[in-house]
Structure formats: structure tokens, C-alpha cells
């Protein structure tokens, strides 16, 4: 697998503008994972961390689905990985975590999103509420966390791939 990346056209639209970018972020994401078997996406920054290239994935498939299935379309999607046992479940990996598993995952909840924020305008507000605020969220504050949420986990992403393999790069 080869991923590409291309930046959103200059004189986009809005709308084309934001989804342009969170695509982009998404697939830096990916390609910061590409080529790496599953032992070296479990590895962790350093001690204490417990941070890897393949709990970032699996955030991410949280963070979408939370998002966008939870709270703009209000659906009925519980958690993946986590539980109010293991809050930050999507991090406590074991050898049974597979590359395969969380892309598929991660790749399922992108499609769940594009399908949900597809039937809402910019300016539309959220069918559902954050569960711990109540607050409700226009598609266009949606669109613009999940580009911020994305780019600073791409930051970790750096330094978790150059921590693997030396790699360094966009």
C-alpha cells in the first residue's frame, strides 16, 4: 500500500476546504503506519508511555466515531476500545492487536463519518450532545476539532515513526 496525499486546491470552497483537509490529516496518519509490521506499531515512545502508532489508530476510530455518529447524527455507537472499566482503552494494546483489526476499524469509522456529516451543511448543528457537556455542535466546529485533533496526533506520529524505524518526514 502506498498512500498519497495531495493538500486541499487554494481557492476551494469551505466545505471542500475543510473535508480536503481532514483527508489529508487522515492519510498522514496512514502513511506514518505504512510499511510497519504490528510489533513495531505496538511500540511504545518511551517508558512510561504507553503512546504507539497503532493506539493512535484506534483513538482515532473512537474520535470518529464519537464525533460523528454520536454527536452530529446521534447514533446509537457505543465505544470500541474503551469501557468505564478502561477509559483509555484504545492504548492498553496486547499481542493479540493487529494492524488489520484497527485500520479496518479506523477505515469503517472514516466512511461512518463522510456518510453522517454528508447529510448536514457547515452550519448545521448536531442532532446529539457531548456526554459530558450536553452541548451541541455545528458540522463546520466538528469538522475543524477533528482537523486539530488529527494534526497533533500526526505530531506523535512523528516521533513514535522516527522512534521505530529512524523515519522522518511530513
Known amino acids: 500500500m ?46 512510561p508511555s504507553e503512546l504507539t502508532l497503532l493506539g493512535l489508530v484506534r483513538h482515532m476510530a ?13 447514533q446509537d455507537a457505543g465505544p470500541l476500545y474503551y ?5 483509555d482503552g484504545e492504548f492498553h494494546l496486547t499481542e493479540a492487536d493487529t494492524w488489520q483489526e484497527a485500520y479496518g476499524t479506523w477505515q469503517a469509522e472514516i466512511e461512518a463519518a463522510r456518510r453522517a456529516a454528508a447529510g448536514f451543511a457547515l452550519d448545521d448543528m448536531s442532532r446529539g450532545t457531548h456526554s459530558r457537556t450536553g452541548e451541541r455542535f455545528s458540522l463546520r466546529w466538528i469538522h475543524t ?14 516521533l513514535l515513526r522516527e522512534r521505530v524505524d529512524g523515519a522522518t518526514g511530513e
Open 62 to 74: 473512537e474520535v470518529e466515531r464519537s464525533w460523528y455518529r454520536r454527536v452530529l447524527a446521534a
Open 83 to 87: 469501557s468505564d472499566a478502561d477509559p
Open 2 to 47: 502506498t498512500t498519497e496525499r495531495r493538500e486541499p486546491a487554494t481557492d476551494a470552497d469551505e466545505r471542500t476546504m475543510l473535508e480536503g483537509w481532514l483527508e489529508y490529516h487522515r492519510l498522514t496518519l496512514a502513511l506514518k503506519c505504512e510499511g510497519l509490521t504490528d510489533a513495531q506499531l505496538r511500540t511504545a515512545s518511551a517508558a
Open 145 to 158: 476539532h477533528l482537523i486539530e485533533e488529527y494534526a497533533r496526533h500526526n505530531g506523535h506520529a512523528d
